[in-house]
């Protein structure tokens, strides 16, 4: 007899919406990235280059002319109901997220006990992730939804709405590029053949509003502003908080140069020159895109074999987001949500009579842990900062995926829509 829904579980979930809409409230009077988002959707209204000018003590817009004018509306409205209006629709895309990997992995086919299950270990592990997205009212969660919302519209047969979804989000911050490598792999070529069209679409529309020669020359300082060669790039040391492989290398084998914000404690194990920590970074992101090859399994150039592997392969995908690209912070750990959520399957995946084992039990503590060591020792930031402990948290992430990809575990959800079928 399956055991009664576990009264912990419902608590775990309502308690996750309260304290996120807590969170959401509370953020309102303090300044956050929407201001910074807002200033230059101004700026670019009334004339200016979003991308020379210092926001909010000198932050820099690197965002799309697209965006800047899609939000120029929010503007209009008191600076309160802009930023819980801007909180509420990013939880419904979190919402509409869960629900398109939920499908994939056939969660939605579960008992309701274990969904809630599941649901509850996937909202503790991401409490702060979800949270740091709402206090400083960032665009994570609109960019996870390009990446799988276009990924979902590719599979339901539409390549040009696929094409545009996530043409928006690269145009926006370039972080959904990495979908491009992903429907190569998977041979998704319409909307691979759409989506250079959709992108000069983004690109080129806001040129009738900006004026041709303006509008050349912000792109030109665009390019400039994201030139990968350049050394805040490479090193990546312009924050203490920033968790992305340069940061973390720089962090532990960088120059005497490398910002350690006044801690004093030691990191450093190895002393390399600028080049070789540029270097070095890119040798580490080939082999987080090995990691991506043995998760995706050979041969190439075929469908997902079910949604399953689909949800562990995109889980892969975009926790690896924060570690590729440059200047990821904090909030960035939301990437790792579908991973996460197909972890708390693997980790439930035992009939309900057996208790989880006992590596299981370890390897989910130390990510809970991992993921809200902010919010559970903050007293101690400095600390986490200074020694890359999300970033760890990441890299420990993407190795469990390997470890419990389908066929490794007996992890055997039956296959949710659209999941055993791939539109190429």
Known sequence: MARSLPSWTTFVLWGFAVFQLITLVLAIPNPNDLEIFLDASQELVDGGNVYTIGYRQGYRFFYGLAFAYVIAPLNALPLALAKMLWG???????????????????????????????????????????????????ASFVLLWCCLEGIEQALRGRPVLAAVIVAFGIDMKLLPLIVVPYWVYRATWRPLLVLPFALALWVAAPLLLTGKERGADMLRSRVELLNPTDKRHVLDDEEPDFIALGSLISAYGGGDHVRDYGVTLPRRVVRMTDEQVG??????????????????????????????????????????????????????????????????????????????????????????????????????FWFHDHYKLLSFTLLFVLVLLVRARPGATALQAPIGKHGDEQVG
């Not at 274990?114 to 592990?125: C, D, E, F, T």
């Not at 570690?323 to 959520?341: E, G, K, R, T, W």
């Not at 208790?355 to 101690?380: E, T």
Request: contains cysteine.
């Open 279 to 380: 270097k070095f970074t890119w040798l580490a992101r080939l082999v987080l895109g090995l990691g991506m090859v043995i998760v995706l399994r050979l041969p190439p150039f075929r469908p997902a074999p079910s949604g399953l592997q689909r949800a562990c392969e995109v889980g892969y995908l975009l926790a690896s987001i924060p570690l590729i690209f440059p200047h990821q912070q904090n909030y960035a750990m939301l990437y790792m949500a579908p991973a996460v959520l197909y972890l708390a399957m693997a980790a439930t995946e035992a009939p309900p009579s057996r208790a989880p084992g006992k590596g299981v039990l370890i390897a989910g503590a130390l990510l809970l842990l991992g993921a809200n060591v902010h919010l559970l020792f903050g007293s101690f």
């Open 88 to 138: 509420l629709l990013g939880m419904v895309l979190l919402w509409r997220s869960y629900r398109i990997v939920a499908a994939w992995a056939g969660l939605d086919t579960w008992p309701l006990e274990r969904q809630r299950l599941v649901q509850a270990i996937a909202a503790l592990v991401l409490l702060q992730a979800v949270r740091d997205n709402l206090n400083t009212c960032q």
